[in-house]
Nanobody, 124 residues
Framework: QVQLVESGGGLVQAGGSLRLSCAASGRTFSSCAMGWFRQAPGKEREFVAAISWTGVNTYYADSVKGRFTISRDNAKNTVNLQMNSLRPEDTAVYFC?????????????????WGQGTQVTVSS
């Protein structure tokens, strides 16, 4: 069992940066693939970024490539999402997800574990 708690969301102006963190509890965290998703009001949940359990492989949605960076620290049971050059269209609730196999990057998103989400608001 893995429990996930996101933090680091907030209000930022366009062009600014935020760093989201996801703290995980549970002995299996280091063997889980991890991902970040987001959901804006009235829209479907979408994939943002993912990282393999080793941290070697990373994947990004085209909309965030070059601006966001996902990383993990298995010793601290955390996964982070550094978000730079934020845009108003990045406004959403951001969710952390863990999966014992792989993070699906297209719907349906069936990760094993999900956090409750953290709000990110980018003003223009």
């Amino acid at each position: 069992q893995v429990q996930l708690v996101e933090s680091g969301g907030g209000l930022v102006q366009a062009g600014g940066s935020l760093r989201l963190s996801c703290a995980a509890s549970g002995r299996t965290f280091s063997s889980c693939a991890m991902g970040w998703f987001r959901q804006a009001p009235g829209k479907e949940r979408e994939f943002v970024a993912a990282i393999s359990w080793t941290g070697v492989n990373t994947y990004y949605a085209d909309s965030v490539k070059g601006r966001f960076t996902i990383s993990r620290d298995n010793a601290k049971n955390t996964v982070n999402l550094q978000m730079n050059s934020l845009r108003p269209e990045d406004t959403a609730v951001y969710f952390c997800a863990a999966d014992r196999h792989t993070i699906r990057r297209v719907p349906p998103f069936r990760s094993d574990y999900w956090g409750q989400g953290t709000q990110v608001t980018v003003s223009s």
